[in-house]
Each structure stands twice: as structure tokens, then as C-alpha cells.
């Protein structure tokens, strides 16, 4: 039973235009939402979160969205730039300190 | 500043074998997770040491376990090992005051593979 969804095994954007990763859940007492990047080899690098108190965070050129009725949010990234190909895990947990539940993943690829 | 590191990189071991995996937490933080991730999935949460005391633990069968030293590094130990338990194996630590707005800070991993 996936509890975060990320449906799109990858997305290919252009540089300089907008990148939207999506990412759905089922679990209602998820209140916590971080969205990571991971370059092969390495691991996952913290980007960006949101509480459920709040329907947007942003963060230079990072933005996520929180639709708490839908139970969605979205990780936009403008402009995107090459450097910003990998693959980006949607994450969620209940309550503050409490574990992470990922999502398969979405491998973005930025074009030159 | 360090961030985390885990130990060793790379390991190979025959079905039935115990292993056990290191990890140092980034400067500063005082909790560690170990999460699992096999080839095209997310991580999997195993389980969470504070205080030298497990904290969390998720679906993993109790051939898992894990310790906290009072430096706040950690092990994870796997008995009788299964070919399914071959996987990256990823640590993850925090600052327990900070709370999960700043995000956990993960180790590049150990990638075991079970023959």
C-alpha cells in the first residue's frame, strides 16, 4: 500500500522553463511534506518542506505547493538549469521528528 | 563541517551471513535513522535511535537492529541475511529540537548486495 505517490517515473524539460514534479498522497494525518534530490551516487539531498499549515514555501528558485483537499503537492522549479537533472523523492510524515515515507521517485532531465 | 558518513561504501555477502553498517551523524545532530532503498524505490524507513534508544521502527522484521553510541554514531546489524535484503542502505540524522521543517541530512549510503 503506496502511501506517496509520485506517478511520473521521469520529466524532461528545457532549460530556463519551468519544471513541475507532482506528488499525491492517502495517508490524512501526513502533516509534514519535503521534497529531496539525489545525483547518482550520493544521497538524498534535502530541498525544500511544508507543513500542513501552510499551501506554499518557497525557496529561491524552488516552490512547493500543498493541496491539503486534494491530497497533492507539487515542487515547482524556475528557471530550470541542467544542474538540476536528478531524481527528486516527494517525502511526507506524521508529526514532527517522525519517520519519512517516500514516494518511488521522478528523474527529472533538464536540456541544454 | 562533515556531513554524514557512512561505512563501508560497498559490502558483498553470502545469504545467511551478519552484517553490520556504520553510520557518523553530521556535526551537531543528535538522532540518526536508517532507511533502505532497493533499485527503482524510494527509501524505506527501518528504524530511529535518540538518546541511545530506538525510537521509531518501521516494517522490518527484528533480523534488523540497530545502536546508538553516546557519540551519537549508529550501527545497523542484519542477521541471517536474505538475497532480498540486497539494497542501498542509507543513514539519515537530525537535530531532534529542530524538527523535520529542516529536513534530514543522508549519508551517499552502503550498498549491500546479498549472493
Known amino acids: 500500500d503506496q502511501q506517496v505517490k509520485q506517478n511520473s517515473p521521469s520529466l524532461s524539460v528545457q532549460e530556463g522553463r519551468i519544471s513541475i514534479l507532482n506528488c499525491d498522497y492517502t495517508n490524512s494525518m501526513f502533516d509534514y511534506f519535503l521534497w529531496y534530490k539525489k545525483y547518482p551516487a550520493e544521497g538524498p539531498t534535502f530541498l525544500i518542506s511544508?507543513?500542513?499549515?501552510?499551501d506554499k514555501n518557497e525557496d529561491g528558485r524552488f516552490t512547493v505547493f500543498l493541496n491539503k483537499s486534494a491530497k497533492h503537492l507539487s515542487l515547482h522549479i524556475v528557471p530550470s538549469q541542467p544542474g538540476d537533472s536528478a531524481v527528486y523523492f516527494c517525502a511526507a510524515s506524521e508529526g514532527s521528528n517522525y519517520k519519512l515515507t517516500f514516494g518511488k521517485g521522478t528523474l527529472l532531465t533538464v536540456n541544454p | 563541517d562533515a556531513g554524514v558518513t557512512q561505512s563501508p561504501t560497498h559490502l558483498i555477502k553470502t545469504r545467511g551471513q551478519q552484517v553490520t553498517l556504520r553510520c557518523s551523524p553530521k556535526?551537531?545532530?543528535?538522532?540518526v535513522s536508517w532507511y533502505q532503498q532497493a533499485l527503482g524505490q524510494g527509501p524505506q524507513f527501518i528504524f530511529q535511535y535518540y538518546e541511545e534508544e530506538e525510537r521509531q521502527r518501521g516494517n522490518f522484521p527484528d533480523r534488523f537492529s540497530g545502536h546508538q553510541y553516546p557519540n551519537y554514531s549508529s550501527e545497523l546489524n542484519v542477521n541471517a541475511l536474505l538475497l532480498g535484503d540486497s539494497a542501498l542502505y542509507l543513514c539519515?540524522?537530525?537535530?531532534?529540537?529542530?524538527?523535520?521543517?529542516?529536513?534530514?541530512?543522508f549519508g551517499s549510503g552502503t550498498r549491500l548486495t546479498v549472493v
Open positions: 539519515a540524522s537530525s537535530l531532534l529540537s529542530l524538527g523535520t521543517d529542516y529536513g534530514y541530512t
Open positions: 511544508i507543513s500542513s499549515i501552510k
Open positions: 556535526s551537531g545532530h543528535d538522532t
